[in-house]
């Protein structure tokens, strides 16, 4: 196995979230185990982690103004979602959509082992 291709993996699984969720969970646990077992990509991992927590922030955020909406809608029967409930479903896209490509970018920009002294890269 190459030396870049755990911290590929946890990318490209960060990159299928778009169309399964699920993935973006398995890449997450991946990150922290390999983290302890792999000092050479630590900060890649911590990045992929930060990444991760980052996004959950703008997950967290959407779905509560969502559910905030959902919850205080006063029109009869509840005829359809609050504008502001079509804001908290576009701030969990928005973020869904940050989260997928700027990993898709970072998967072409990780550094190797003897770079990781140097100055970032930009994506990554």
């Not at 979230?17 to 792999?38: G, H, K, M, P, Q």
């Not at 205080?72 to 359809?80: K, R, V």
């Amino acid at each position: 196995m190459s030396d870049k291709t755990k911290p590929t993996i946890v990318w490209a699984l960060y990159t299928a979230s778009l169309v399964a969720i699920l993935t973006t969970f398995i890449a997450i646990v991946l990150a922290y185990v390999w983290r302890r077992n792999d000092p050479s990509y630590k900060a890649v991992y911590d990045k992929q982690i930060r990444k991760f927590w980052t996004a959950g922030v703008g997950w967290a955020l959407g779905l509560s103004v969502f559910a905030f909406a959902a919850f205080t809608d006063t029109s009869p029967a509840g005829s359809g979602v609050p504008l502001l409930g079509n804001v908290g479903l576009l701030i969990i896209v928005i973020t869904q959509l940050w989260f997928a490509l700027s990993s898709l970018i970072s998967m072409f920009f990780i550094p190797s082992p003897s770079d990781m002294g140097q100055a970032p890269q930009k994506f990554a």
